[in-house]
Structure formats: structure tokens, C-alpha cells
């Protein structure tokens, strides 16, 4: 499987399926939706390009962590509502840990960086 | 597995895809414009914000799809598109592949059909057929079969045939036919259903004439009875006996003897009907071939030859004048091994050099690929340069290598299967049922694909080397002359491989044909020139007991009244015609008792009347031939040949009026030693033969008439048979030169030159289309340096030199090799062919010319476009 056609502005392979994985596990959304969502919560720091969301989604999609289904939204557009699956939400608690655990390896290393220095 | 229901889904899912898309979009415009964003500009702003829709609905889609299969399909339409834009050179890369895969189909149609798979029955594997070990022959007499069937604990059933010939006589037309005589058990052991119809049983045998059943073949029922369903049931005449046909045996079942088909099948119990005398009940007289069945599982070769033995020894102490001790071997049924064996050889050898030829082939195309790669050098460079993978650059390359081999493969097997159905139908000589085994089946095809697969990346990755050392810099920078190096490359090793098997291809054809001319007019022990033979079938005309040789004596009175004709003699079998003689065993004068253990040496045995050796040439070395006192009466003479009087009296000279035993204990004293000679087959070693009084011996079935004239044969014939019909006009005749009555002798010997031959055209083919490949592409790379040599005043010869010094110089190098190759790989030919040496001056010579030639072929055209080359034009062009 090509894993590499990350968008430059992903953090790392797999970061924009654990945003989408945790929006998602709050409450289901249409693509647009979601992309309104990431760039709210991280107060449009992460300026993700709207298009890269949809390979995620298929990938996700092919994978069955998140099932579409099509619907009418609350603003009675035609949208197409994706919904995290149980094995979705397995994958995201095993994705926030191992990331927890790398963000903390990685502040570790910063941080003995920095500590002769002062 | 959900990727075959993810192929129909993905239409929906891509759909699905760019309307979401599509709406995202719209509800990103909307929202702009919301904002108090004009409509057009919201549009345009909401596809900015989106990012490149294209790449992102690739990427998508890229997720649902076979990563490798599509963009693999994505490679084979490119490589289209390239070989459509070079028809000229697919061309060529094709038509050379399949004639090299053709010619391995054929070959391996053939290979298949006697080596892997020589009886398409079931369970073939654990069928086998036992053979003495030593004479590799595995004739029984009917008696000793019942026994060894009875007795033996290692084969589930024991099945047996004999051949013979009979007339078959339908109501209209009676015709000539061979006919297995096979044990009631025979399909039964096969395991084979009819086609029509039944087949008989075991049980149909109860004793003498119980079972006048005829199953045909399914060919003579389609040739001769028109696939009439109703011939189940109908009653026929074979030789004046009522049988009833009760079956027609399946399309594919031709026998168990390989290349001898019969044309039906009658229980061995009827033989009484169909051949005269007695034979079932003699146990000395071996009527049958091979006996064969399946071996029972769990029972290994030991056992069952241990087993086999066993019974050998009980009918050896049970009948000591008929059975000798004997060590068995298991041989696939089919044909023994003393003829199996060298075929096999053959064929493998033939195999061997077919895949030199798909070698050389694929050498070629190689070296193609690789010229053509250096062409595309540009091209190749401006991908690397934009950042294409040499992964993906060389995958496109051996993509356009497998699709050029695949065609040529499917293009070589159409034409090998339809040559291997015409060769399955042949039959070289119409009178003896002989077919060569080829039809084509699912292994030959899996083979010529394997073989197209296999050459594809053979020749496709010589060009690897060069694409993955290319730098892009480098090559866009030297622009389209490239240079020329001094250096050998790999390609012209390639050549030289390419022209060193074409050379030993050609020589071995030239060994082959030299091999038979030699044969034909090499020393036979016999002088065919001049010499016409005539066999008559004295029995089938009703000629027995006494009539026989008053008919004889007849007959060479009448031949001898003829105008121009030297010498008359009969033979019961002249020496290579009609399977060239039968054997007989002798003893030594001193042994006792004459049972098979003591036998001193098995000998032909030629029955001849007293002009036999000067109407045949045959030299007397030392004594006498026969007289007309050499009679009934007088006491047993013998002409011996030089390697009898070496087994026998240990030299020739102890030979001469020294005494040796025949089986019925007679002793022949020797008056004359005669030349050796060849009798079965040219290829045979020597062996001994010896020649005895015909009024000596009883009476023939059968007898030939040798007749040594300088006439014309086609008249001479037809007077032969003119007078010979004056005697009779019933009398079987058949009436041919001596040379043409040793069609059969010779045919292995043939086949094997026409083989050669059409191998060694196939490799001169591609040497020449490797020279001119190489050649041309030398001149064309070097044309503007050519034309300014010749604008400075160079010589044609020089320019010549300059162009094609280097191809001469590779064929010469090829050639070389490929001659010494070839005379080493000779050697196997000598097993087939008489005579075959490459020691041979005219080979020498023959494959050095033959070699020049191909080189002034090759670079004809060539030198002709340097020597006109225009140093103004060219210069003009760039």
C-alpha cells in the first residue's frame, strides 16, 4: 500500500486519520464538516488542505474503522455522514497511546537537549 | 478475499467519491458567499481552498485499487504505444521469437509426447512393462505370459499383445491392416473405456477361436467405415474368419506402442484364425511384446524385479530347453529400450539445441532491446531528471520485453500446434502404420508460455545495466551521437554467444546430412547399386510345404530370362528392408545341450540360394559359397560374417571348416566367412550374422528375390513384375530398388538430417539477422564520421573496415567457437546417424563457408549504406 502520499502538512504518516478518527468519535460528520472541525479544534494551527482529507477517509473507509452512509444534514444539504466503527474506535485508543508514548520520547529527547545548555 | 467484489464496487465508489467532492465544494462556495463573496469568485476561491481535485480523487481511488495490476496495465498500454511506433523492429523481435519458440513447441510436442508422457491412460505412472535386462528386449511366448501372469505377485494384472497383419473385409472393400492380437485383459489393464460400444474382457476368453471380437481403432472406423454408429454388431471377414465388431476404441488410444498404431484390436485366444500353425501353445516361440501392468501399490522396482526373477528361474528349471535364466528390467511400456534409448537421446539433443536456438534468439533480441534502449536514452533521462523511479523506468522496459515475447510465444505455438497435429497424422510409410506420437496437449502449452515468459526477461534485462548506470546529466548534455566506444560490450558478447550456437547448430546439420550421404554409399556389406529387391508373399498365394520351392526355383528361372539382368538369388530377408532379418540363436560345437543359458551368441539368419553374395555384392573374404550340392541331403553348411567367426571360433582364420550348433541341435560346419556388414538399422553395432543353404532350411512364408542389373529400375521393375505375374497372377509382389527398400533403415537417420536441417536454417537465420541488426546499427550510429573519411579520400575498404570490422571480427570469433562446440556435440549424433563425424573436411569446410556467407549476407546492405554514405548530406542534416 502506498502510505507515503502524506500531505506535506501532516505531522507524520497517519496523524490526519487520528484527527479524523477522534472527530468522528464525538459525533458523526460529513467531509466538509470534519474539515471545519479539525481546523477549529486546533485553532487553525493545522492548516490541512481541505482535498487530502478524502484519501484518508477512503483509506479509513477501506480499512472499516469508519462506515458513510448518504443523508440530509440539518441544513438540508445532500451529504454523505461518516460514522466511526467499533474497530475504529479500537484503532483510535491504540493510535493515541502509541502517539502519547512518542510524544513523550520525543519531549524527553528535547528536553536533555536543552537541560546542559542551562 | 474482498477484492473481487471491490472491482464491480468501484464503479459506485468512485461515484460516491466525486459527488462528495463535488459537494464540498458547493457547500464551501455557499458558505463563502455567505460571507459576501461574489458567486463566481466564491467558486473559484472554495477550489482553491480544496487543493488539486484531480490528484486528491487519484489518491483516493489509488486506495481501492490493485496498486501493482493496474498501474502494470498502466505499463502495457505505454509499451503498446511504443511497439505500435516501431513496427519494423516488433516485427522482427516477434517473428524471431516465434520461430523460436516454435520450433521448442514442436520439439517439446514431440519430447512430451515419448519421455513425459509416452500412454495417455489413466494411472500411467505405475504402469510398467518388464524386459530382459540384458538383450533389452521383452518378447514372451504365450505360455510363458500365462505364467508370469499367474505367478507374479507384483502387478495388479499382466496384459500382452502381438502385431499382425490380416485382411479385413468389410463386405466391399477388403483391406490390408495390422491388428493388436491382445489378451482379453488388455483394456481392462489400460483402464480405458470405448468409444462405441464394448471392448472384450478376460471373461470372453474361454479357450482356442472362444472370442471372434474385433474393437476398432478410432481412425480406421473414421476412415474406413465413415463413423457409421451402426458397425456395432456387424460381422467382418478377417483372413476368411467371421468376427464381430463389438467396439471403437476412444480418438486418443492409439496402441501401446509408440509409433506404431494398428488399425484394430482381436483377443490372442482367436490367433489360430488369423496367423497359421499353432503358436500359442509353443513356449520357445515369442510371439508377444513387453507384457505390462500396474505395479500394486506400496510394491517398489525391487520387489516386483525380484518377483519377476523368481518366476524366471522356476521357468527355467520347468522348461530348461525353451526358458533361460534372464534379469529383468521395468521399462514404461511403449517401445523397448534398446530403441528408447538412443531416441530419447535424440530428442533431448534435439531439445538441447531448440533452446540454443531460443538462447540465440533471445541473444538477439537482447542486443535489439539494448540498442533501442540506448536510443531512448534521452527519453529515459528526461524521466529520471523529472523524477521518475529507475524501478518504474525499468518495469516499463521488461513490460515491452514480455509483451514482445508473449506474442511471439502465442505466434510460434499456433504455428507448432499446427505442425504438431500434421506430424500426429503423418505416416511416412503408408504400409506399416507408422505415426510419429505429437498431438499437442496442455503441457506444450504451458511450455511455450514458460519459454515466451522466460525469453522476455532473458532479453529484457540486458538492457538494465545501461539504464540503471544512466546519468541524466550526462546523457542530455552528449545529445543523440552518443559515442561509439572501442570497448567490447555486452553486447557483442551476446553476438558472439548468438553466432557461436548458430555455428554449432549449423555444423551438426551439416555432420547429420553428411552423416547420411556417407551412410548411403558408405560399406554396407552389400552393394546397393544396381540392386533391386522383390518380396513375395508365397504363403498368402497359397504356396506351402514342396509348392514352395518349385515356385521359387520358378521364379528365379523367370527373373534370370530377363534382358539385362546379371544375377538373380533369393534371401529370406535382404539386409535393411523389412525390418533386415530375424535372429536366431547358436551354440558352440562343444555344448551339449542347446537350452537358452548356453547360447554362445544370437545371430542374424539369412536363408540364400547359392548366387546370393555375388547378386547382393557381397564380398566372400575366405572359402566358399553354396552350390547346388549344398542340398536336403548333403550335411549343413554355413557362411558366417567376420564378427560371427570373432564370437564364436575367437578369430577368423580358426573359423574356416570349424562346426557351431543351431537350436534344434544341428551342426553347421563352416565353409565361407563373408564381409561384415549392417542389417537392422546403420546405426547398430556390429553384428554377427550368418548365412545358410535356403534348401537347407524349410520352406518360407516369404521370400525375396534379389536381382543386380544395370538397367533402369522403373522398367526392370515392371518386367520383373511382368514376368513374375506370367507365373501367377495372384503372387503379392512388391517390387522396389534396394535403396528404397531401406526407406525404414533409413528413416531415423532422416529425420534426424530434416531436424538438423530446419534448426540449423533457423540458427543461420538469426545470425544473419543478428549480424545485419549489429551491422546496421554500427553504420547508422557511425554514417557522418563514415562519409567524412570518405571526403578526406579513404578507400572503400577502409571505410568498409571501419564499418563492419567489427561484426566480421564477432563472427569470426562466434564462429570459431561454435565449430568446436559443434563437432564435441556431434559425437551424441553418431548414436542416430551412421557415419556422423564432424572429422570430415567437407564439414570443416562446409560450416566455414557457410558462415561467410551468412557474414556477406548479413552485412550486405550495410556496407552498401556506408560506402554511399554523403558526407555532405550528413553534415547538412545536423
Known sequence: ??????????????????????????????????????????????????????????????????????????????????????????RLEEQISSFEQMFEGIALVLKARQSPAS | MDWIPSIFRRRALYDDLSEEIELHIEERAEQLRGEGMSAEEAVRQARRAFGNRTLVEERAREVWQWPLLESMWADTRFALRQMRRSPGFTATAVLTLSFAIGANAVVFGVLNRIVIRPLDVPGAKSLYAFETAESQIGHQSYPDYLDFRARNRSFEDLAAFSITQAVLDAGANPSRIFAYETSGNYFDVLGIQPYLGRFFHGEDERGPNSAPYVVLTYSYWHSHFQDDRGVVGRVVQVNKHPFTVIGVAPPAFEGTLLFFSPDCFVPIVNRNQIDQGNQLNERGTRILFEPFGHLKPGVTHAQALADLSSIGSYLEA??????????????????????????????????????????????????????????????????????????????????????????????????????????????????????????????????????????????????????????????????????????????????????????????????????????????????????????VELKMAGYTGERVEAMEDRMTGAAKTIPGVEQVALVNNPPLVAGGGWTMNVFKDETRDPKPSNVATTTLQYEISSEYFRAAGTALLSGRAFTAED??????????????????????????????????????????????????????????????????????????LVVRSARDPAPLAADMRRKLRALDAGLPLEIETWTKGMDFALFPARMAAVCLGVLGLLGAVLSITGIFGMAAYTVSKRLKELGIRMALGAQAYEVLRAALGRALKVLAIGSAGGLVLGILASRVLAH???????????????????????????????????????????????
Open chain 1, 1 to 90: 500500500m502506498p502510505n507515503t502520499n502524506t500531505n506535506p502538512r501532516d505531522l507524520f504518516p497517519g496523524a490526519l486519520e487520528m484527527m479524523i478518527l477522534e472527530s468522528l468519535r464525538r459525533q458523526p460528520a460529513h467531509g466538509y464538516a470534519l474539515v471545519q472541525h479539525i481546523q477549529q479544534r486546533s485553532n487553525n494551527l493545522l492548516q490541512v488542505e481541505e482535498g487530502s482529507l478524502y484519501p484518508a477517509l477512503q483509506r479509513l473507509l477501506k480499512a472499516k474503522l469508519v462506515k458513510a452512509e448518504w443523508g440530509i444534514s440539518a441544513t438540508n444539504r445532500r451529504v454523505r455522514t461518516y460514522q466511526i466503527t467499533a474497530s475504529g474506535l479500537r
Open chain 2, 318 to 535: 520347468t522348461y530348461p530347453k525353451e526358458d533361460g535364466h534372464k534379469n529383468f528390467a521395468l521399462v514404461r511400456p511403449g517401445f523397448p529400450n534398446f530403441f528408447a534409448g538412443p531416441l530419447r537421446a535424440f530428442v533431448a539433443g534435439l531439445m538441447l539445441l531448440a533452446g540454443l536456438i531460443l538462447l540465440a534468439a533471445c541473444a538477439n533480441l537482447g542486443s535489439l532491446f539494448a540498442a533501442k534502449a540506448a536510443d531512448r536514452s534521452r527519453e529515459v533521462a528526461l524521466r529520471l531528471a523529472l523524477g521518475s523511479s529507475r524501478k518504474r523506468i525499468l518495469r516499463q522496459l521488461l513490460t515491452e520485453a514480455l509483451l514482445v515475447s508473449l506474442a511471439g510465444g502465442a505466434a510460434g505455438l499456433l504455428v507448432s500446434v499446427l505442425l504438431l497435429r500434421r506430424l500426429s497424422v503423418w505416416q511416412p510409410f503408408p504400409e506399416l502404420a507408422i505415426h510419429v506420437p505429437a498431438s499437442p496437449d496442455a503441457n506444450v502449452y504451458l511450455a511455450a508460455l514458460g519459454l515466451a515468459l522466460l525469453s522476455g526477461f532473458l532479453f529484457g534485462i540486458v538492457p538494465v545495466r545501461q539504464v540503471l548506470r544512466a546519468n541524466p546529466y550526462e546523457v542530455v548534455k552528449a545529445g543523440p551521437a552518443g559515442r561509439t566506444g572501442g570497448r567490447v560490450t555486452a553486447r557483442d558478447a551476446l553476438l558472439v554467444l548468438q553466432i557461436a550456437i548458430c555455428a554449432v547448430l549449423v555444423t551438426s546439420s551439416m555432420v547429420a546430412v553428411r552423416g547420411l550421404v556417407r551412410s548411403l554409399r558408405g560399406d554396407l556389406g552389400f552393394d546397393l547399386r544396381n540392386a533391386m529387391v522383390a518380396g
Open chain 2, 631 to 704: 542340398g536336403k541331403d548333403a550335411p549343413p553348411v554355413a557362411v558366417i560374417n567376420q564378427e560371427f567367426a570373432r564370437r564364436i571360433f575367437g578369430s577368423e582364420r580358426n573359423a574356416l571348416g570349424r562346426y557351431f550348433k543351431t537350436e534344434d541341435g544341428t551342426r553347421h560346419q563352416v565353409v565361407g566367412i563373408a564381409e561384415d556388414g549392417k542389417y537392422f538399422f546403420f546405426s547398430e553395432s556390429q553384428q554377427p550374422a550368418m548365412f545358410l543353404p535356403i534348401r537347407q532350411t524349410g520352406p518360407l512364408n516369404s521370400v525375396w
Open chain 2, 832 to 878: 542416430i546417424v551412421f557415419q556422423a563425424t564432424p572429422r570430415d573436411p567437407f564439414v570443416l569446410a562446409g560450416v566455414v563457408v557457410a558462415m561467410l556467407l551468412l557474414g556477406l549476407v548479413a552485412t550486405w546492405i550495410p556496407a552498401q549504406r556506408a560506402l554511399s554514405a554523403d558526407p555532405l548530406m550528413l553534415l547538412r542534416e545536423e
